[in-house]
């Protein structure tokens, strides 16, 4: 009994030492927010660094640099321009990561199956997935130009621009949506709507180690709307 009174006691005296230490440094936290909130916009320090510096956040917005005669819309000239502008920085990144790629393989020993492959002639993979093409990354403005420019006087606005995006991230949704059911039904393979531990491994394997996590309702199987909970919202 003594020895849990001690313990009752020394829990509240820390719960007060902190709650003391707390109400000490408010004044400090309101006066800094004080100093923020009094600045400019686009000076204020948010939890993701200075994004007043950061230009627009959304693909379309992001376009308007292309618009380099400032006059509120893009001509098929600067399209082509700022693609290839675009297309020279990838590149350019893409020659420096292989440089400091081919150092570090230099620099590190081997694997078998690094010389194995390399006896083979394959390339190594950019990433999980592989190297990634062009498209997907965003707008190809020159190849769907005449598309974008619906009222076809040869410019692209804002509006024409959202439109397209909009109508584009809708038909990637759909798409996405298809090749979920066709994997789903791959996998079923006895039909039931829903995929056992073995239909999962040998068919989603990626998936395996991940079966209970992903089996919210504990019942030992993964129903569709469980396997569109972890899927990204484009």
Avoid: C
């Amino acid at each position: 009994m003594q020895t849990k009174t001690l313990a009752a006691a020394l829990v509240a005296a820390m719960t007060l030492s902190m709650a003391g230490a707390s109400l000490a440094q408010s004044p400090t936290r309101a006066a800094g927010s004080d100093t923020a909130a009094s600045k400019p916009a686009g000076e204020r320090a948010s939890a993701h660094g200075m994004r007043g510096h950061r230009g627009p956040g959304n693909p379309v917005d992001a376009l308007a640099r292309f618009d380099t005669d400032n006059d509120g819309r893009i001509s098929r000239t600067e399209a082509q321009a700022g693609q290839d502008a675009m297309q020279a920085r990838r590149d350019a990144k893409r020659a420096e990561r292989g440089t400091r790629g081919d150092a570090a393989r230099a620099e590190a020993p081997r694997s078998e199956g690094a010389r194995s492959a390399e006896a083979r002639g394959e390339r190594a993979k950019a990433g999980p997935g592989g190297p990634r093409g062009h498209a997907g990354r965003g707008f190809d403005l020159v190849a769907n130009f005449d598309a974008i420019d619906t009222n076809r006087d040869g410019y692209l606005t804002r509006s024409e621009l959202r439109t397209w995006h909009t109508a584009k991230a809708a038909e990637r949704r759909a798409e996405g949506e298809r090749r979920f059911d066709t994997m789903f039904r791959e996998a079923d393979l006895n039909g039931d709507g829903k995929l056992s531990r073995v239909e999962v491994t040998e068919k989603m394997p990626r998936l395996a180690d991940r079966f209970a996590w992903l089996d919210e309702n504990r019942d030992g199987f993964l129903s569709r709307e469980e396997l569109q909970a972890g899927r990204p919202q484009r």
